[in-house]
């Protein structure tokens, strides 16, 4: 757990930082396996006007991490190579025309790559207020899958209440805010999970319905209960053969929403099924959005989702630690067909705020 406050202050966010110009971040040091993610010594990040300078505590792992780690998700050309799209911590510095931010505030961003590293310059529109009640380190567990499912599931594909939501890997990151999110807006959500573990905890998190792929046939399941209606929308990270399913899984007017493409890239659909029920497919990737589209995610997440976390509506999900040192043993943990919930990555500056050490690299539990 996060050290008081007034402690903390009493250490002084600035101490040491002056003096610093390096820094110890995870590199991709060739397109691989996890092996190919080493800790460096880099030049300390500086902001530039419109950014401010974050002390990570730590950086959450998610499946576009693996992708660029394997070869095929580039980051975009003006953003950071390393790896990490979120971070929890605290602002040490403010450029130039920052303003509603101050040094020692304690934040959650999304980043635009460079998590995975002990400090981190991120445009101020990317940046959210640590909620109440969680710590600098559980923080870092939000960003990333908040952003994606209010962009897509959210925004685009115009989440009401009283629909029924069909969320495929309904475990995970993505799928954990997906439930969290469509139960916050009055939605009813449909978990589709591979184990009774997962299918308990997707009800801990808020799911109307859990469906066990490994026993049930989704389509199937999800027409009964709907029916025969069928899901009005659908959250899905699988892609491949599931997208037919997926069709054949939808109420008339329905929205499919691609965010992943866990098994493969490319699928045969039935056309005339997705004209015949009027549905809408839409795909998004969150990384190459501009700054004032993540800055206007940002705005309502503050806005409508925060009060949530801030009032305990929504708590934390699963979380895993790792120091991060030992980011190769955390993508090989990411990567098991038995992972769920969120795994973050520790610098040695957020270990201090624990108070459980952590050691070698089987990820321990906290919260």
Request: proline fraction near 7%.
């Amino acid at each position: 757990m996060a050290r008081s406050r007034l402690a903390f202050e009493w250490r002084s966010p600035l101490a040491g930082l002056m003096t610093q110009s390096t820094m110890t971040a995870i590199a991709i040091i060739a397109p691989g396996g996890p092996d190919m993610l080493q800790p460096v010594r880099l030049p300390m990040p500086r902001p530039e006007r419109h950014e401010v300078l974050i002390r990570v505590a730590a950086a959450g792992l998610n499946g576009a991490d693996l992708g660029q780690r394997r070869g095929n998700y580039a980051p975009p050309a003006d953003a950071s190579p390393l790896p990490g799209l979120e971070v929890g911590g605290e602002i040490v510095e403010c450029g130039a025309d920052v303003a509603g931010w101050s040094v020692g505030d304690q934040v959650v961003a999304l980043t635009n790559g460079g998590g995975y590293a002990e400090y981190v310059a991120i445009p101020t529109g990317q940046v959210l207020p640590l909620p109440r009640g969680w710590t600098m380190v559980s923080g870092a567990a939000l960003p990333e899958t908040f952003f994606t499912i209010e962009q897509t599931l959210i925004r685009r594909a115009g989440l009401a209440r009283g629909m029924v939501v069909l969320i495929h890997g309904a475990a995970g990151g993505i799928g954990g805010a997906a439930i969290q999110l469509s139960h916050l807006n009055g939605a009813i959500p449909v978990a589709v999970v591979s184990s009774p573990e997962k299918a308990a905890y997707a009800m801990r998190l808020g799911a109307g319905h859990v469906i066990d792929r490994s026993r049930e046939d989704f389509v199937a399941r999800t027409l009964e209960l709907t029916g025969g209606r069928g899901a009005d929308r659908i959250v899905d990270v699988i892609g491949g053969d599931v997208l037919q399913a997926n069709i054949n899984a939808s109420a008339r007017g329905g929205h499919i929403v691609l965010v992943s493409t866990q098994a493969g890239a490319k699928a045969e659909i039935n056309a005339a099924a997705l004209m015949m029920k009027q549905l809408t497919l839409s795909g998004s990737t969150l990384r190459p959005q501009s700054p004032a589209t993540k800055a206007a995610i940002a705005a309502r997440l503050r806005d409508e989702v925060w009060p949530a976390l801030n009032e305990g509506r929504i708590g934390p999900p699963r979380i895993r630690l790792l120091p991060l040192e030992r980011a190769a043993a955390a993508h090989v943990a990411l990567e098991r067909r038995d992972n769920y919930g969120k795994l973050l990555l520790v610098t040695a500056w957020g270990e201090s705020l624990l108070t459980t050490p952590l050691n070698g690299d089987n990820p321990i539990e906290f919260g």
